[in-house]
């Protein structure tokens, strides 16, 4: 069956790989084309007659007619689209919303159309061609992936709300579909606990060669999935069961019953399977990935920023498996394609969108220079500009990338950090605005209203590092708990990674009294800036000796 799975997918795989190396030998070319088409095609839309596009030769006329925009200086448009107003950014109205966390706690809603969803399946299928080039046993078993459910909501006129990678999992192609370990359905069970166990059923009931998950926590939990609740999946799969108690977890009624039940109807006792993982856990005295699947030739997962981090424990649980960088993706776009195991460079898919560069050192100029695919330079980095068909046009991701070198002629890039006042250890993405917002919240549950905080990523231990001063030490862990979950209900990110334990709790930390006025001062003399220009860094990326030495006599084992 996998095998008329892999001639399909080689023989459109050779197509993109030429189309991809001929953009690649000439990614100024490649650029051009691809935004003239895109701007002729979307001429007529109200987007499009504002910012003249049908007078716009080339990217200098580009720069000079569309501004640069962040989320909300796109939001009326995407607001007039979400209001059931066609014709407003591209002439193909949106197939869905994506969510994604805002600055605020209203989630942003990128458009999703069909010609963008269908570049999106080529550069799926460009990478998967690649991998299994280098690996040609990738398709000898099941390939397992977790998902979010493509449906989450709706927008005001009734387009559906949801996830991207939901979406795309769901609507591959039948072929493709025949080879997941864990069916889609499985996403839409709302208690996170009994999805993972559900999925983890699934995956290890099946024979997988293929491992794929953007965040290398989701496929740490998989191991510890496997370890904790070693004997029921193994009683499950003997007995033929989902391994949970779906009376527990049908909080909506009718409808979740109905998954369940249709979940069920999928699976019959493997008493075979069974046999072999008791086997296992009777050995190891758990279930481990690394011999459970044998066949498993490759994993997939980010490498770059914080998640490299995680990604350097997978080894522990899978064993020496081959990790390929799933590419620089977000709900916005896909701008990568790597092609070799354990970096976190690709190269840039120069014919598919159209992306500009400014200098991550000049972002904050008044009038930064704006470079092209063509015009950057090996080991800079930069802030990326993104154009695609679903109607984003130069718009302000806010993330940086590196260039790592050059395939062909394309810049290979490398996801860095989120840029400007962001953070991000799992793609949560909190803003400085949020972590505030939270901590204003928090103070005035516990009655201080002088509260003053600073959140450090422990990428390690998957959490954040609460520095806290105005809270007393018998308060200190209700305020912390007050700040999570008001931080749950600003990021809806924050929320899911925080359900699905792929984030833990803030670790409170508490500072000396004066800790912020100290901190305010030395920022002030030897950071440049004037006294009234300061704003308090809500966020640090990584601790310093001055905080470390700030920190409360005997409250931490950080210093």
Request: one cysteine or more.
């Amino acid at each position: 069956m996998n095998h008329q799975v892999e001639l399909w997918l080689r023989a459109k795989g050779r197509l993109r790989a030429r189309a991809f190396d001929r953009a690649a030998g000439d990614p100024k070319q490649a650029q051009e084309r691809y935004l003239r088409t895109l701007l002729h095609r979307n001429r007529d839309t109200a987007f499009g007659r504002e910012h003249g596009f049908d007078s716009i030769r080339d990217p200098r006329d580009y720069a000079t007619r569309v501004p640069v925009r962040d989320y909300d200086g796109l939001r009326p448009w995407v607001e007039r689209l979400a209001g059931g107003e066609r014709n407003v950014l591209t002439r193909h109205p949106p197939l869905l919303f994506g969510t994604t966390s805002g600055t605020t706690g209203t989630p942003k809603l990128v458009p999703v159309t069909r010609p963008w969803a269908r570049e999106l399946r080529a550069l799926l299928g460009l990478w998967l061609y690649k991998s299994l080039h280098d690996h040609p046993r990738l398709l000898s078993g099941k390939s397992g992936s977790l998902v979010s459910p493509a449906v989450e909501g709706a927008a005001p006129d009734g387009t559906p709300t949801g996830s991207v990678s939901g979406l795309t999992y769901r609507s591959a192609p039948w072929i493709v579909r025949r080879t997941y370990a864990v069916p889609y359905a499985v996403s839409e069970i709302a208690d996170y606990d009994h999805r993972y166990l559900v999925a983890v059923r699934f995956l290890f009931a099946a024979s997988v060669s293929l491992l794929a998950a953007p965040n290398p926590s989701t496929l740490l939990r998989i191991a510890s999935e496997g370890e904790t609740h070693a004997e029921a999946i193994v009683r499950a799969v003997h007995d033929g069961s989902l391994g949970v108690d779906a009376a527990d977890s049908c909080r909506d009624g009718h409808a979740e019953r109905q998954l369940y039940a249709a979940l069920d109807q999928e699976i019959t006792p493997d008493r075979a399977r069974a046999r072999d993982l008791e086997a296992a856990l009777r050995r190891d005295g758990t279930l481990l990935p690394q011999t459970i699947w044998p066949q498993l030739a490759m994993i997939g997962c980010w490498l770059g920023g914080s998640a490299g981090v995680q990604a350097r424990r997978l080894s522990a649980s899978y064993g020496d498996v081959p990790v390929r960088d799933l590419g620089f993706r977000a709900t916005e776009a896909t701008v990568t394609v790597p092609h070799t195991d354990g970096t976190a460079a690709g190269p840039l898919a120069v014919h598919i969108g159209f992306h500009e560069f400014v200098p991550e050192e000049q972002i904050e100029d008044e009038h930064p220079p704006v470079l092209l695919a063509h015009e950057l330079e090996e080991g800079a980095r930069y802030y990326i500009l993104l154009t695609t068909s679903a109607g984003l046009y130069r718009y302000d991701i806010n993330d940086v990338v590196e260039v790592h070198g050059f395939y062909r002629r394309a810049p290979e890039l490398a996801f860095v950090r989120k840029g400007r006042d962001m953070v991000s250890l799992t793609g949560e993405k909190l803003h400085s605005f949020q972590i505030a917002q939270a901590a204003e919240l928090a103070a005035g549950d516990v009655h201080r209203p002088d509260v003053q905080i600073q959140l450090i990523p422990d990428a390690n231990s998957m959490r954040y590092d609460l520095l806290t001063e105005g809270v007393s030490s018998p308060e200190l862990e209700i305020f912390a708990g007050a700040f999570d979950r008001h931080l749950a209900t600003l990021n809806i990110e924050y929320d899911q990674k925080r359900a699905s334990r792929r984030l833990g709790p803030p670790n409170a930390i508490p500072m000396n009294p004066g800790w912020a006025v100290r901190h305010r001062q030395f920022d002030v003399e030897h950071g440049g800036k004037r006294d009234t220009q300061y704003k308090w860094p809500y966020f640090r990326m990584e601790w310093n000796e001055r905080n470390r030495s700030e920190i409360e006599s005997g409250e931490s084992s950080l210093r």
